[in-house]
C-alpha cells in the first residue's frame, strides 16, 4: 500500500483546522469523522458485493447481494444527510475525508484494471489493498486525535462522561482509541492526578509486595502461611490501585469501556478491603482462630456482595456518589467488631501497644476523611474552576488511600514482627 493515502499537507491542514476549532465543534468534527469513516467502510462492503457478484452465482445469492447493496447505500444516503453541516470547518474535514475516499477508489480500480482472474477465481489482491486503505484511513483519524486533542469545558462533554460539575475546565474529549488514552497520562488534565496518585502508589506496592516475598524465612514464625496472608493484603491493594488508574485512563475512551473500567474500579476497592482484613485478623486472632475464619467469612460475603452491587450499571452515576462511599465505608467498618471483640478481651492498654490498634484507626480515618470528600466534592464545591487541575476532591482520596493502605501495611509489619519476637507459642492467657 503506497504511504500516500493521507498526504501530510492533508494531515497538517486537518490539524490546524481541529487545534483552530472551538472545543464543541471539535467534538463535532470527531462524530464527524467517525461518520466518514463508516462511510469508508459501506464503501468497502459495496466494492466486495461487487467482487462476489457475478454469472457464477445462483439466483439467491444474487438477489441477496442486490439487497445488501442496496441496503448499504440507504446507510450512506442517511449519514451523508445527517453529515451535511454548514460550518466552513467541517467542509473543510470533509473535503480532506473525500480526498482520502477518492484515492481509495483510484486505488481500487487501478487495482481491479491489473487483476488478473487465474482459473475463474478471483484474485483476493484489490480487497486486501482497499482493506489496507481503509485501515490507513483508521489509523489518520486516530492519529489526529492522538495528537491534536485539546481539553475541553465540563458543559460539552458527553452525559457519559460528566461526573463532577464543579470541575468546570480541563476535560479529556472523548478519545475512542486505547493509545490515545494511554498517551493522555503524559498531558495535564482533570484525570492526570488521578491516574498518577494510583500508578506511583501501585508501583510502590507492587515493589514492597516482591521484596516481602522474597524476605527470608528466618524472619518469620510460619513463612508460607504469612507470606500467603500478607499476600492477600498486596494483591488487594496491587489490584485496586490498578484498577483505579486503567479506569482513569481509559475513562473517556467510550461509554461501554468506561462502564466496564468503572465496575473494576469498584470491584478494586472491596478487594483492598478484604486483603487488608486477613493479615491483621491473622495476627490479632492468631491464638484464638475460630473467630479469625468467622470474620474471615463475613468479611468475604460482605466484600462479594459489594462488587455485585457495584456492576449495576446506575452504581457509577453522579447521583450515586454518596451511596458508593456509603457502600466501601460500611465494608471497611464491619472492621469495629473484631475491633471491639480484640480490645475487649486485650484491654485497651495491650490493644493500643503490642495490638498495634492505634495504626488501624489512623487507617480508617484516612479512609474515611477520603471517602466524605469524595462524597462531599471538597474543596472543589467551594471553589468551582479553581480545582479543575489540583487538588480537587478525587485526587485527595487517592492520596489518602495509597496513604491509609501504606498505614495497614505498618501496622500489620509491627504485628508480625511482635509475633516473631515472641514466637508462634500460644498460652491459655494469652489470645494475642
Ligand atoms: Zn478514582
Redo the contacts with the bound molecule.
Keep these: 500500500m503506497r504511504s500516500d493515502v493521507m498526504p501530510g499537507s492533508a494531515g497538517g491542514r486537518i490539524a490546524r483546522e481541529v487545534k483552530a476549532s472551538s472545543p464543541a465543534r471539535l467534538l463535532k468534527s470527531t462524530t464527524f469523522l467517525n461518520k466518514k469513516k463508516h462511510q469508508l467502510m459501506f464503501k468497502e462492503q459495496l466494492y466486495i458485493i461487487d467482487k462476489l457478484e457475478g454469472p457464477r452465482l445462483d439466483e439467491d445469492l444474487s438477489s441477496g447481494l442486490r439487497n445488501r447493496r442496496e441496503g448499504v447505500r440507504d446507510l450512506m444516503s442517511f449519514q451523508e444527510k445527517q453529515c451535511n453541516t454548514p460550518s466552513s470547518e467541517l467542509n473543510q474535514v470533509n473535503s480532506i475525508v473525500k480526498h482520502a475516499s477518492d484515492l481509495l477508489d483510484n486505488n481500487m480500480e487501478s487495482e481491479e484494471s491489473e487483476t488478473v482472474e487465474e482459473e475463474g477465481f478471483m484474485s483476493i489482491a484489490p480487497l486486501l489493498q482497499a482493506h489496507h486503505a481503509m485501515e490507513k484511513m483508521e489509523e489518520f483519524v486516530h492519529k489526529v486525535w492522538e495528537g491534536r486533542w485539546r481539553v475541553i469545558p465540563h458543559d460539552v462533554l458527553p452525559d457519559w462522561l460528566k461526573d463532577n460539575d464543579y470541575l468546570l475546565h480541563g476535560h479529556r474529549p472523548p478519545m475512542p482509541s486505547f493509545r490515545a488514552c494511554l498517551r493522555s497520562i503524559f498531558r495535564i488534565h482533570t484525570e492526570t492526578l488521578?491516574i498518577w496518585t494510583h500508578l506511583i502508589g501501585c508501583l510502590f506496592f507492587l515493589g514492597l509486595g516482591i521484596f516481602y516475598m522474597f524476605r527470608p524465612n528466618i524472619s518469620f514464625v510460619a513463612p508460607v502461611q504469612e507470606k500467603v496472608v500478607f499476600g492477600a493484603f498486596f494483591l488487594g491493594a496491587i489490584l485496586c490501585l490498578s484498577f483505579?488508574w486503567l479506569f482513569?485512563t481509559f475513562y473517556c475512551h467510550s461509554e461501554n469501556v468506561s462502564r466496564v473500567f468503572s465496575k473494576l474500579?469498584y470491584s478494586g476497592i472491596a478487594l483492598l478491603i478484604m486483603g487488608s482484613f486477613v493479615p491483621w485478623l491473622y495476627y490479632s486472632f492468631y491464638c484464638n482462630p475460630q473467630p479469625c475464619f468467622i470474620y474471615l467469612l463475613v468479611v468475604c460475603v460482605l466484600g462479594i456482595t459489594a462488587i455485585i452491587v457495584s456492576q449495576w450499571d446506575y452504581f457509577a452515576t453522579p447521583q450515586y456518589r454518596g451511596v458508593r462511599a456509603g457502600v466501601f465505608v460500611g465494608l471497611g467498618l464491619s472492621g469495629v467488631v473484631p475491633t471491639l471483640h480484640f480490645m475487649i478481651s486485650e484491654g485497651f492498654f495491650r490493644a493500643a501497644t503490642i495490638g498495634q490498634i492505634g495504626w488501624l484507626f489512623l487507617m480508617a480515618a484516612l479512609y474515611i476523611t477520603g471517602a466524605a470528600l469524595y462524597a462531599a466534592r471538597i474543596p472543589e464545591r467551594f471553589f468551582p474552576g479553581k480545582c479543575d487541575i489540583w487538588f480537587h476532591s478525587?485526587q485527595l482520596f487517592?492520596v489518602l488511600v495509597v496513604a491509609g493502605a501504606f498505614v495497614h501495611l505498618h501496622g500489620v509489619s509491627n504485628l508480625q514482627e511482635f509475633r516473631h519476637g515472641v514466637g508462634g507459642g500460644c498460652t491459655d492467657n494469652d489470645l494475642l
Design positions: 488521578n483505579s482513569h474500579d478525587h487517592h
